[in-house]
């Protein structure tokens, strides 16, 4: 994967599919190797894969709001409002979440 980040983040968006692809296929789980591989695909238009990755990434981490923020983005961009709507809505929910644990004292 670490080829696949310095890759896109030079802004070499098409070179890093085919590195991400392999860490997906390595790593089917890591919901990172996903989201990494799905902003790929986003930037250099390709919306459906985007869109199958990020949908995949949700599954083995139901809980990261950035996943679930970059699919709302997603879902705005294609025209699904309520999808959008829904995601931007799990998004806010998870980090209200994570604000409220790290506002536990812990002992």
Do not use: W
């Amino acid at each position: 994967m670490n080829l696949g980040n310095l890759l896109l983040g030079q802004g070499q968006a098409e070179e890093a599919v085919s590195p991400l692809d392999k860490s997906v296929a390595l790593a089917p789980d890591h919901a990172s190797c996903r989201l990494k591989l799905s902003m790929a695909y986003l930037r250099i238009g390709q919306l459906p894969a985007a869109r199958r990755e990020l949908e995949k990434a949700t599954q083995p981490e139901p809980d990261n709001a950035a996943t679930h923020y970059q699919l709302g983005r997603l879902y705005s961009e294609i025209h699904a409002p309520d999808l959008a709507k829904a995601e931007f809505a799990r998004t806010a929910e998870l980090q209200s979440e994570a604000a409220k644990a790290k506002s536990v004292p812990r002992r």
